[in-house]
């Protein structure tokens, strides 16, 4: 049974009267009569404003409602592939068991203002993420078919022919990673948890797992790399390697000593090694803000893109000016909005004109069972 909080496990505010004013304010909640004890505002500062200013964007849909999370990438040819998963409404229970959603393929000529459906194989698995290969072929990773059920194994396609006919194969591990790296020799690098502390409570692992492919995916070679903390409640690793060879890599946590999504949040570490080792983790977005994915920005900047479980529920984003060294957390960029909690995995691509496309799952007709999800894109710019 969840453990049932009376009031915020972490003191939330800039100072302690700004803490004791909002542990007034957050007091009394019954976290197991919410779903992941996402409340709205667990965990949120409320002793500021927000001051908005819009910005012009393009919005799209990606197919029909009941399309959900989804992977994105870019071909050589500037041709967009979106890989979304489709929740299964199959009436018997034991089917939706077996599959819980579906892998949808479909790709943009027009840099995301049209989508088509374009996948010939069967796909199945949640979690998606999308990589493209120098010379085009595609690599798909994904939750197993059961939705996270079956809990040792993730499902790696493979596309020659941009997303249409896939070979898939099972990859045992405990962990979905946000993307993969491309290595300058064309191999891969995964990082992802070695062993889940979400999965297996009180026996997970505070360390990673690197896992390498010199032939697109096929086969793996595995390392482990050593994290300064003890923290084994972590996973959704997503990673990038900076121009100097570091390696970045964001990381969602559970906050020690509490139970619940709404008590989750994205912390930053890095290696300098290859990823032998890496550094204690420090802070990346708020309690409830989560799903992080790191984009390096042609202009040398970095932009972190997640989703908020807190109030507005939706997608944001942040940025760092010096290499993921500081972000600027107090002006955070809302790129879409959702009427419930069941939100995110954003993806954001940059565009060979500068501008950026995000991809996300959003709630977007709220009292609709059960196709009330949709996937959607955003065409933005920096402000």
């Excluded at 927000?50 to 964007?57: Q, T």
């Excluded at 592939?81 to 949808?104: G, Q, S, Y």
């Excluded at 619940?260 to 032998?276: A, H, K, M």
Aim: net charge negative; charged share 25%.
């Amino acid at each position: 049974m969840e453990e049932k909080f009376d009031r915020e496990t972490v003191p939330v505010g800039k100072t302690a009267a700004d803490q004791q004013r909002n542990a007034e304010l957050l007091s009394g909640y019954d976290y197991t009569k919410y779903p992941a004890g996402i409340t709205g505002y667990t965990g949120q500062d409320l002793q500021r404003i927000g001051v908005l200013r819009w910005e012009h964007a393009v919005r799209v849909r990606v197919g029909p409602r009941g399309n959900y999370k989804a992977g994105l990438t870019r071909l050589p040819g500037g041709r967009l592939v979106l890989a979304t998963a489709h929740m299964n409404d199959d009436p018997d229970p034991e089917e939706r068991k077996k599959r819980a959603c579906f892998i949808w393929v479909y790709e943009s000529a027009d840099e995301g203002l049209t989508w088509q459906r374009i996948d010939q194989t069967p796909l199945f698995g949640k979690e998606p993420s999308l990589t493209t290969l120098p010379d085009g072929a595609m690599v798909l990773t994904a939750e197993g078919p059961s939705g996270g059920t079956a809990l040792d194994e993730m499902l790696v396609s493979h596309s020659e022919d941009g997303g249409r006919a896939w070979e898939t194969r099972v990859l045992q591990g405990y962990d979905c990673p946000r993307n993969l790296i491309v290595e300058p020799d064309g191999s891969l690098l995964m990082i992802r948890v070695l062993r889940s502390g979400w999965i297996h409570r009180g026996s997970g692992s505070a360390n990673v797992q690197l896992c390498r492919s010199r032939d697109r995916g096929v086969t793996w070679q595995f390392s482990e790399g050593l994290m300064d903390w003890d923290c084994a409640e972590f996973g959704e690793i997503s990673a990038i390697r900076l121009q100097g060879g570091k390696l970045l890599a964001a990381l969602r946590r559970q906050v020690p000593g509490t139970v619940g999504e709404g008590f989750e949040d994205n912390l930053l570490t890095e290696s300098v090694d290859g990823g032998r080792h890496w550094s204690r983790p420090v802070q990346l977005t708020n309690n409830a803000e989560v799903h992080a994915y790191l984009t390096a920005l042609q202009d040398g900047r970095i932009l972190a893109t997640y989703a908020n479980y807190h109030l507005p529920y939706g997608v944001s984003a942040i940025v760092s000016e010096d290499q993921g060294r500081t972000w600027d957390r107090e002006h955070p960029i809302q790129l879409a909005l959702s009427a419930d909690v069941y939100t995110g995995w954003p993806v954001t691509l940059q565009l060979s004109d500068g501008s950026l496309i995000t991809s996300y799952a959003s709630t977007t007709y709220y009292r609709e069972v059960p196709d009330h999800f949709t996937c959607e894109v955003v065409r933005w710019s920096l402000p």
